[in-house]
């Protein structure tokens, strides 16, 4: 069959014909019916380029962050809204939507499960477990991976989620209480059960992948990375690369800085903006970092590309099993983010960037100390979990005590 070939999109933007209509069909569709339920098409358009997590795990190359639609950067979005943006991130080939118990709590996995309940069988949904919030009053109560609070969110999270399996079930945080081989034998457990199809670890080090990927293949590790933050290159990426584990970055558009849009003089709501206490987002550390965002604009104009869309690229560029998830509650910002598929970046203009950051100093810490102090990826060791075990502590029979 005849391909039609809209290249240029870091690997494959390509449709044949039939595909094409379809998708095409599809999107006038929809755009005609906002508000109403999309409809399961017979044949999934495939609009965008894929990738695989884990090398078993097919998703589209770029997924959505859906966090932001009940927390974290101002108050919750309104639910059809939510809705709206989540099916619209669909219908134009996303099928990697990200979610978790804790944001909300509840609310983002509720918006994601009434969004794509009549798609279920067309989108991969990613969600964590590890917080440990309190059914009734939704008070958050620190981390708790015990096996049996991991499957008790299970259930939870199949509940909102509208479905009988999650598809990749990621520990949150590392659980300094927990041993990652319990968490990983709990998991191998709703594996075994049909509730959950494929493993991930979130924030965590060399030496608790390792641990959790010998009791049960880790799929995806999903840590923050971004062009200011460079830390999962230290030892999570060359350990993902050794085991064939897919990497997930979040905050990829680093909490938005890296788009341009914000300013020194943006404001963040204390109430309602986790950027309001974070140091890479005082106003001295926004005016400080404004050279990160001229590289990516000074690599931008020559592809006719935002910031936003070079960051994205970036990590594109970097390895084929590496899968960004912006999070968005516009539709206009949906749009610009998937156009970052269409951007090649040479292995001289990674450089470039490579580079432009090295000489740049960026100021503040990506997130405060209490919540780096649960980072396991070496944050509060140093500079690696390596030589040790990671936060998690050894099964109870290895334990030197
Ligand atoms: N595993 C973890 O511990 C963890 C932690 C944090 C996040 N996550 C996941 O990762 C996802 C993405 O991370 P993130 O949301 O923290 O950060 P991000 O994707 O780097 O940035 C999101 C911010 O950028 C803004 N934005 C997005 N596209 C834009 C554009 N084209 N132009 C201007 N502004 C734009 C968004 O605001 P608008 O809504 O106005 O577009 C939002 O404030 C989350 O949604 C969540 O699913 C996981």
Request: proline residues 7%; charged residues 25%.
């Amino acid at each position: 069959m005849k391909k039609i070939n809209r290249d240029g999109a870091n690997g494959s933007f390509m449709l044949d014909r039939r595909e094409f209509i379809i998708a095409g069909l599809a999107l006038a569709a929809t755009s005609m019916l906002p508000n109403i339920a999309v409809a399961a098409p017979t044949k999934q358009p495939q609009m965008l380029a894929r990738r695989k997590l884990g090398g078993t795990l097919e998703v589209s190359a770029l997924g959505l962050g859906c966090m932001n639609f009940a927390w974290a950067y101002g108050p919750p979005t309104d639910r059809q809204h939510a809705i709206k943006v989540i099916r619209a991130a669909y219908e134009r080939g996303v099928t990697f939507f990200d979610t978790a118990e804790v944001y909300g709590p509840f609310l983002s996995e509720e918006m994601v499960g009434e969004a794509l309940a009549p798609i279920r069988d067309h989108v991969i949904i990613a969600t964590k477990f590890g917080f440990e919030v309190d059914p009734i009053t939704e008070q958050r109560r620190g981390l708790n991976s015990r096996p049996e609070y991991i499957k008790r969110v299970a259930e939870g999270c199949l509940k909102r989620l509208k479905t009988d399996t999650i598809d990749l079930f990621y520990q949150h945080r590392v659980d300094p209480n927990v041993p990652i081989e319990d968490v990983a034998g709990a998991v191998k457990d709703l594996i075994q059960e049909g509730k959950v199809r494929h493993f991930g670890l979130s924030e965590a080090g060399g030496a608790t992948i390792r641990r959790a990927h010998a009791v049960l293949p880790v799929t995806a590790v999903q840590n923050e990375c971004s062009v200011w933050t460079r830390d999962p290159e230290h030892e999570v990426l060359p350990t993902c690369e050794e085991l064939g584990i897919g990497f997930v970055p979040w905050s990829p558009l680093g909490m938005g800085y890296l788009t341009g849009a914000i300013t020194p003089s943006t404001p963040f709501d204390p109430q309602s903006d986790l950027r309001a206490g974070f140091p890479r987002f005082t106003p001295e550390a926004r005016r400080a970092n404004r050279p990160v965002v001229e590289l990516l604009q000074r690599v931008g104009r020559r592809k006719d590309a935002t910031s936003g869309q070079v960051a994205l690229a970036w990590l594109l560029a970097k390895k084929p099993w590496i899968v960004p998830i912006p999070g968005t509650t516009k539709l206009n910002h949906l749009e610009e983010n998937l156009g970052a598929l269409k951007v090649q970046l040479s292995a001289k203009d990674v450089k470039e960037i490579d580079d432009g950051f090295a000489s740049i100093q960026v100021q503040g810490a990506r997130a405060p100390e209490a919540l780096l102090a649960i980072h396991d990826i070496g944050a509060n060791l140093g500079t690696s979990s390596a030589g040790g075990h990671g936060l998690s502590p050894l099964p109870r029979q290895d334990r030197k005590e």
